[in-house]
């Protein structure tokens, strides 16, 4: 469980939240939005813990030792309930009725609110997200609904008209590195790519860097990338089998080979690896670069952003890598 101190940017949201359970100014919903891993969870959880402590710290944050905070910890408040749903993705209409709408009525068993969190709010059907506005037109005085969506593009607009909208943003590539540090013993040069890879979320970054399986077809991936020039198409093919075989989503693999790319443009531009996600590849980089033109390489990307269309096409993937892999070894 996560404390506002715990976590890290969004400095913003988290003075306005704080200042509403202050000020006793809450709003009955509200729509915290960003992709997965940005710490929408986290910031629920915040809320949740200072509004619900009784013996709150000097500083206002919760002493997590309260009774109502070592119920909230444990996950067994009655007056915090986590909507969950069977179906792994969407959030049916009896999901929303049987744990929201039918249960608002009821006041609170010890406190002065009742708050509902929804993960993934994206996921509910529109039956789903109508079932929810009723709550959301006329809300009992003590209850707040927390929404949390990975795009609220997919919400309806008279739900997001009645919540207050909040967007997570990314860190910084510091902020990042701080929290791995305090969290990891932290090697430099594979923090440096997954926070380059996370782009400013914390929580793809700590999961990147715990996952064996990412470390496995990174690894896969820099191989071709640094013996592409010498392949022949069999060895190509048999680098795509394996490669798919350690790749859980191959998007990703196209986003690391984007990067990759930029990488190899700014140095080219710049002759300084400093700041580069794959400064630790230097050989390799300046080798590319002896060879290699900046039309050249902006063909590459183009040709990777194809690959990636013909992925979310659903075109056959194989074929899709070999077409990239031999524009690779061509430019």
């Not at 010890?110 to 059907?125: N, S």
């Not at 690391?256 to 700041?275: A, C, F, H, K």
Request: charged share 30%; with cysteine; proline share 3%.
């Amino acid at each position: 469980m996560t404390t506002f101190n715990d976590i890290i940017g969004n400095e913003l949201i988290k003075d306005q939240l704080k200042s509403a359970i202050r000020t006793d100014r809450l709003q009955h919903a509200y729509l915290l939005t960003g992709d997965t891993g940005m710490g929408k969870k986290s910031m629920a959880e915040a809320f949740v813990l200072e509004l619900f402590c009784t013996s709150k710290e000097a500083d206002g944050s919760p002493c997590l030792k309260c009774p109502e905070c070592k119920k909230i910890l444990s996950g067994n408040h009655p007056d915090v309930i986590r909507v969950t749903h069977e179906k792994p993705a969407s959030i049916g209409v009896d999901d929303i009725r049987l744990q929201v709408a039918d249960t608002v009525d009821i006041r609170p068993f010890e406190g002065r609110y009742k708050v509902y969190i929804i993960p993934d709010a994206q996921l509910m059907t529109q039956q789903a997200q109508n079932a929810l506005l009723k709550t959301l037109e006329e809300p009992p005085s003590y209850v707040i609904i927390l929404l949390l969506a990975s795009d609220d593009r997919m919400l309806l607009d008279t739900i997001r008209s009645r919540a207050v909208r909040m967007r997570l943003k990314p860190l910084t590539d510091s902020a990042v590195r701080t929290y791995l540090e305090e969290h990891f013993r932290v090697d430099d040069e594979k923090a440096r790519i997954c926070i380059a890879f996370a782009r400013g979320n914390v929580g793809k970054a700590s999961e990147l860097y715990q996952s064996e399986v990412f470390s496995v077809w990174y690894q896969r991936l820099m191989k071709i990338v640094r013996g592409i020039k010498n392949m022949s198409s069999t060895d190509i093919l048999i680098e795509i089998s394996r490669l798919r075989n350690d790749c859980p989503d191959l998007l990703e693999a196209l986003d690391l080979l984007e990067l990759w790319y930029r990488d190899l443009m700014m140095y080219m531009i710049t002759r300084d690896l400093n700041g580069l996600a794959f400064s630790g590849e230097r050989k390799t980089l300046m080798e590319m670069a002896s060879i290699s033109s900046y039309t050249r390489v902006q063909e590459i990307m183009e040709s990777i952003e194809t690959c990636r269309k013909r992925l979310l096409a659903n075109v056959n993937p194989d074929l899709s890598l070999e077409l990239l892999f031999l524009t690779m070894k061509e430019k």
